[in-house]
């Protein structure tokens, strides 16, 4: 059984930073492309960051230069390393994995259960 834990979510000020960590049970790890998703109320999930099985990071534009994806392959572990944080990055954040080795869109078949991330003002 595949599972994802997400875990690192909670509440920062404005220009704070955070590290969200995503483990991974059940598959192997070091094979497959992994992400991190996010989801503000009314929003629709966006893909914030992925990461390729050989550690290639790809980011979406509104978090390019504050946010780091990372993968540690020998701790089954990804993260993501929220730096200079604003209120519009208040979310839900999930990990998610693809089925394949590079983020292939509609592909990802495992989440995590989502951790919360508030930015105050």
């Known amino acids: 059984q595949v599972q994802l834990v997400e875990s690192g979510g909670g509440l920062v000020q404005t220009g704070g930073s955070l590290r969200l960590s995503c483990s991974v049970s059940?598959?192997?790890?070091?094979?497959?492309?992994m992400g991190w998703f996010r989801q503000a109320p009314g929003n629709e999930r966006e893909l914030a960051a992925s990461?390729?099985?050989?550690?290639?990071?790809n980011y979406a534009d509104s978090v390019k230069g504050r946010f780091t994806i990372a993968r540690d392959n020998a701790k089954n572990t990804m993260y993501l390393q929220m730096n200079s944080l604003k209120p519009e990055d208040t979310a839900v954040y999930y990990c998610?994995?693809?089925?394949?080795?590079?983020?292939?869109?509609?592909?990802?078949?495992?989440w995590g259960q989502g951790t919360q991330v508030t930015v105050s003002s």
């Open positions: 990461i390729t099985s050989g550690g290639s990071p």
């Open positions: 998610a994995s693809n089925k394949y080795a590079i983020p292939i869109r509609s592909n990802w078949d495992y």
């Open positions: 059940g598959r192997a790890f070091s094979s497959y492309a």
